[in-house]
């Protein structure tokens, strides 16, 4: 062997480095790259744009703010009463 093809430990150690270098760059954008995809590879619930009754319309007279509760669509067994979500609803034309 001669000396222009063995591999020096300056060499090694810059092959190593970048190569670890690399691997910390890919750990590092799978959540960027995640994120930047979510909008395309998360799914929707059903319901998520959808409008919720809050009552009658003769509940919230015509000028005036009212406060008014609706139940969160998206909930678990364990949420208790944050189920509730309190709300200020005006009727105007």
């Not at 150690?13 to 799978?30: D, E, H, T």
């Not at 208790?80 to 979500?85: A, K």
């Amino acid at each position: 062997m001669t000396l222009q093809n063995e591999l020096s430990r300056r060499g090694m150690l810059m092959k190593l480095g970048i190569l670890f270098n690399g691997a910390v760059g890919v750990i590092l954008a799978a959540p960027v790259i995640g994120y930047i995809l979510s909008p395309v590879l998360r799914q929707r619930k059903p319901g998520y744009d959808s409008w919720l009754s809050l009552g009658p319309l003769a509940q919230f007279p015509e000028g005036e703010t009212r406060l008014a509760v609706y139940k969160n669509p998206f909930t678990r067994p364990w949420d208790g009463e944050t189920i509730q979500i309190p709300c200020w609803v005006r009727h105007s034309t």
